[in-house]
Antibody, heavy 119, light 110 residues
Framework: QVQVQESGPGLVKPSETLSLTCSVS??????????WGWIRQPPGKGLEWIGSIYYSGSTYYNPSLKSRVTISVDTSKNQFSLKLSSVTAADTAVYYC???????????WGQGTLVTVSS | NFMLTQPHSVSESPGKTVTISCTGS????????VQWYQQRPGSAPTTVIY?????PSGVPDRFSGSIDSSSNSASLTISGLKTEDEADYYCQSFDSSIWVFGGGTKLTVL
């Protein structure tokens, strides 16, 4: 059973960089069948796909966030990471990591981690 | 950019049937699979329909999905509504290396 788990600071100051890591267990992040993605959900609002990465390092970003997002993978640690720069209060959200296929579902999700942007 | 539009909320009584729509902004929604997720408060989303109309194991057959190419929309139908079905539901699809979620529909069972 694949499990994914987010970790990182719960509080980030405005204008700084949000950094989160997703640890994958019960399966290899190097599987050729899957992508690994970040999704966020502001309080009381809907889901927003942030971006995804393939084990080879190919990245895909939401056009609305592309200029501020970097996703990377560390296959040796079975982890992938998110960096979101120049954050504002609008970036306050629960951040989820998840496994997904190219054309079908996000099937394994982390429990989510709340990141608050505040001074 | 490709977008998916859902009604903000729907409500129905226990035992009845409800359908939630998801309309694509451009192209053909039938070109790529549509998934549906259920999210209860405080929890991560879970898949109730994948690849347009497939149910993961453990999801009751009261949940079904369909595609209507004429209206460029997907639908999630829940029959025999139960109070436990009350949740937020999101459609999701893929287009040109972008993964997209609909805005979500709050289902109230009253």
């Amino acid at each position: 059973q694949v499990q994914v788990q987010e970790s990182g600071p719960g509080l980030v100051k405005p204008s700084e960089t949000l950094s989160l890591t997703c640890s994958v267990s019960g399966g290899s992040i190097s599987s050729s069948s899957y992508y690994w993605g970040w999704i966020r959900q502001p309080p009381g609002k809907g889901l927003e796909w942030i971006g995804s990465i393939y084990y080879s390092g190919s990245t895909y970003y939401n056009p609305s966030l592309k200029s501020r997002v970097t996703i990377s993978v560390d296959t040796s640690k079975n982890q992938f990471s998110l960096k979101l720069s120049s954050v504002t209060a609008a970036d306050t959200a629960v951040y989820y990591c998840a496994r997904h296929s190219r054309v079908a579902s996000f099937d394994y999700w982390g429990q989510g981690t709340l990141v608050t942007v505040s001074s | 950019n490709f977008m998916l539009t859902q009604p903000h909320s729907v409500s129905e009584s226990p035992g009845k049937t409800v359908t939630i729509s998801c309309t694509g902004s451009s192209g053909s929604i039938a070109s790529n699979y549509v998934q549906w997720y259920q999210q209860r408060p405080g929890s991560a989303p879970t898949t109730v329909i994948y690849e347009d109309n497939q149910r993961p194991s453990g999801v009751p057959d009261r949940f079904s999905g369909s595609i209507d190419s004429s209206s460029n929309s997907a639908s999630l139908t829940i029959s025999g509504l139960k109070t436990e079905d009350e949740a937020d539901y999101y459609c999701q699809s893929f287009d040109s290396s972008i993964w997209v979620f609909g805005g979500g529909t709050k289902l109230t069972v009253l």
